[in-house]
């Protein structure tokens, strides 16, 4: 009976198996002959931003492959602003509409591709928005528009910025399975919801002062453009003076409330169509296919754009995790490029090993020895991330970049109480005082402890010295703004965590300098597997997914995310350099 049933097994496994082959054969043919200039821009067109996927900073595909783009789960920023910076020039490009967007994107990213709409409007173009409902970052971002108009039946989330974070020291002594953490740094709380029931005054201090920098930089740049004063868009938070469309329309966050259809005629009316012609739309996907293929910087010099994007972890790495492995070669690569001049190193981290981190410094040190190095932070560059950036020539952040968080802090999971409950008894047997290793199954030993403790002491000694070298400061200097304090990219200018405030361009801009180059192009580094590739390697992990996607179902979206965040925290090997949580701003 076993024999059948793993015959027919293999079968059906075969079976499977061909038809993907199969299928993927007549895509790759009909993408292959295909042409090249398949994307078609009419005159008098409209530019629709719709940002249907997660945004990453960079995919990484090759572009020469007939499966680039298939399967990718993400959009990439640079492809988004390349599109936005070619419609600029595009004469058939009349304006750009964005249309109910749910924008999946850090505040850094949301902030630059602000800036790129804001520089399409430079030439005399124009940008509307609409959308049925407004969450605050969607509203952040559409704030640029020219015109901003809401459905007459929806809502706009105006009130200011928030987080939450969980703490857990009830659940693990109901359990019997906790975290045993050793950690240096006053606000390195990264572990404090294992330690504590509530926020000590310590973090709630940190996060009340990031929140109030970030929600600064966001309310300075709605001000602008909304000629509302920051003091009164402040009030317009405090009273909801956006929760209905009529209440957003008078406190002049919008400008018109209407349906879609009359948004239509004023998008046609803009153009200049008569009632019976139809507004040409391209969307963002299809003009990112041709913008893609447009060279906006060119030069016998080239700046290298290396992506460190992800939590670091120890190996190879790939498009969402960093590893010294991919980031090394990526570096390597561009520094034995003799037509590469200067490099940028674009971090957008949250820091994690403390060892892969080191390792990465090491080979910008090398790197800078040869060729100026610029790093240009994004979302998040804290911890782990900023270790990697901290030796850099020049550092660029933006104003709602968070970054800092030097510390670093150890934990390995325990269920010795859990063992004791159900009568699991562990014994172990050595050949030396210290030969054997730590147990789960047994209470943490003091001399294990020491020993942790002691050799995060070294890496924060260690880290202490590579900003104090990288960032010229005293390791005195260093240890005040450190013990694993968080920044806004604005805080950390101010205390000379990082040298300016600018975007990825202006670091690109900044190293051309640097080199003494008046005309560069960009090369980007390293190479991702396609999303086609990926989906392939992942068909056999398709059951992990479907599990995952049950528990979800079962148990809720909030306790999936804590039950995600455990388990993340236990995979974490080593002494880690890591952003203090998981920071969530709504």
Do not use: C
Not at 47 to 54: F, I, N, S, V, Y
Not at 379 to 391: C, K, L, T
Not at 515 to 536: H, I, N, Q
Request: proline share 2%; hydrophobic share 40%.
């Amino acid at each position: 009976m076993n024999f059948l049933r793993n015959l027919l097994a293999s079968i059906l496994g075969s079976l499977f198996a061909f038809g993907i082959v199969f299928v993927m054969f007549f895509i790759f043919i009909s993408l292959v002959g295909g042409s090249e200039d398949t994307v078609s821009v009419k005159d008098n067109s409209i530019l629709e931003l719709q940002l249907k996927r997660p945004i990453s900073d960079y995919v990484g595909t090759n572009e020469l492959d007939p499966f680039s783009g298939i399967f990718e789960q993400s959009q990439g920023l640079d492809e988004i602003i390349q599109a936005i910076e070619v419609a600029k020039t595009d004469d058939r490009i009349k304006g750009i509409s964005i249309n109910n967007n749910f924008i999946m994107a850090g505040l850094a990213q949301t902030q630059a591709i602000r800036q790129a709409l804001q520089d399409f409007k430079s030439d005399g173009k124009f940008i509307y928005t609409y959308a049925d409902f407004y969450m605050q970052r969607d509203y952040y971002l559409a704030s640029v528009a020219d015109s901003v108009f809401l459905n007459p039946v929806g809502a706009l989330d105006f009130k200011g910025l928030s987080t939450e974070v969980l703490y857990l020291k009830e659940l693990q002594e109901k359990s019997g399975v906790k975290m045993e953490v050793i950690r240096h740094g006053k606000y390195k709380s990264a572990v404090e919801p294992y330690l504590q029931d509530s926020m000590s005054e310590a973090n709630r201090t940190q996060l009340s002062e990031l929140l109030g920098s970030l929600w600064s930089a966001m309310v300075d740049e709605i001000a602008g453009n909304r000629g509302i004063s920051d003091e009164n868009l402040n009030i317009i938070a405090d009273t909801l003076g956006g929760r209905t469309p009529e209440y957003a329309k008078h406190t002049r966050l919008i400008d018109d409330v209407v349906f879609y259809d009359q948004y239509e005629s004023k998008l046609a009316s803009r153009l200049k169509l008569d009632e019976n012609t139809d507004i040409d739309y391209i969307t963002l996907e299809d003009y990112v296919t041709y913008s893609n293929k447009k060279t906006l910087k060119s030069g016998d010099g080239k700046i290298a754009v290396v992506f460190a994007q992800g939590e670091i972890f120890y190996g190879e790495g790939g498009p969402d995790v960093i590893g010294q492995g991919i980031i090394n070669e990526a570096l390597i690569n561009a520094r034995e490029d003799d037509k590469v001049k200067a490099i940028v190193l674009r971090v957008n981290s949250p820091g994690g090993s403390a060892l892969t981190s080191d390792i990465i410094w090491r080979e910008v040190e090398l790197t800078k020895k040869i060729k100026p190095v610029v790093v240009s932070m994004g979302n998040v560059a804290a911890s782990g991330g900023y270790y990697i950036a901290a030796g850099a020539n020049k550092i660029f952040a933006e104003p709602t970049t968070i970054t800092g968080s030097i510390g670093v802090f150890g934990a390995v999971p325990n269920m010795s109480e859990l063992a004791d409950n159900i009568g699991v008894n562990a014994e172990q047997v050595g050949t030396n005082k210290n030969s054997i290793e730590y147990s789960l199954f047994e209470p943490i030993q003091d001399s294990f402890k020491d020993q942790v403790q002691e050799s995060i002491e070294d890496t924060y000694q260690t880290f202490l010295k590579r900003v104090s070298e990288g960032r010229n400061m005293t390791m005195a200097q260093v240890d005040s703004v450190a013990q694993g304090r968080v920044w806004s990219g604005s805080e950390a200018l101010n205390i000379g965590l990082v040298d300016e405030l600018g975007n990825l361009d202006d670091a690109i801009a900044s190293a051309a300098e640097m080199a003494d180059l008046d005309t560069y192009g960009v090369k980007k580094f390293p190479k991702y597997k396609s999303g086609f590739e990926r989906f392939m390697e992942d068909l056999e992990g398709a059951s992990v997914k479907i599990k995952n996607n049950l528990v979800k179902a079962e148990i809720g979206d909030e306790a999936f995310r804590i039950l995600e965040e455990v388990k993340a925290f236990q995979e974490r090997k080593g002494i880690q350099a890591r952003m203090p949580f998981a920071l969530d701003i709504k």
